[in-house]
């Protein structure tokens, strides 16, 4: 994270960090300097530590450089920046190498969020409980 901010602040962009060892009283002033400093061009954190108990309006873009196997944290940064007052397009950008683990797990996270949203479907679901109930012990 702070070779992201350094780098940042070599191209002229101040950013503040958040991480899992960021301590809980200092989240919300480092949110705030984020929502409402016009110096601040962007906030550093990852899925896990900024996924959760966030309005990150001011933001439109999120760049993921490092992802989990977690549709649940993937989901939840992105739904961040997706709050009440929101009045930008937002946009993700996931950084990595091209056949890395990094990509790998990206390609698990849409395959994920493909069977996430099919199981949401309605008529999926039905088809799928008619099946389930075609389904006895004697079949196996």
């Known amino acids: 994270?702070?070779?992201?901010?350094?780098?940042?602040?070599?191209?002229?962009?101040?950013?503040?960090?958040?991480?899992g060892g960021t301590p809980i009283h200092r989240r919300g002033e480092i949110i705030q300097a984020f929502q409402e400093d016009v110096g601040v061009k962007a906030l550093i954190t990852n899925p896990a530590a900024g996924g959760y108990g966030l309005t990150l309006i001011a933001a439109?873009?999120?760049?993921?450089?490092?992802?989990?196997?977690?549709?649940i944290?993937?989901?939840?940064?992105?739904?961040?920046?997706?709050?009440?007052?929101?009045?930008?397009?937002?946009?993700?950008?996931?950084?990595?190498?091209?056949?890395?683990i990094d990509e790998y797990i990206f390609e698990s996270l849409q395959n994920n969020m493909k069977i996430a949203i099919s199981l949401t479907d309605r008529k999926f679901r039905e088809r799928l409980k008619r099946n389930l109930e075609g389904i006895t012990n004697e079949n196996y």
Request: net charge neutral; charged share 15%; with cysteine.
């Open 73 to 100: 944290h993937f989901q939840q940064s992105q739904d961040r920046i997706h709050r009440a007052g929101q009045l930008k397009t937002c946009f993700y950008y996931p950084l990595f190498i091209k056949e890395s």
């Open 60 to 71: 439109s873009y999120i760049v993921y450089y490092s992802l989990s196997f977690s549709l």
């Open 1 to 19: 994270l702070l070779l992201i901010q350094k780098a940042l602040l070599e191209e002229g962009f101040y950013s503040v960090i958040i991480d």
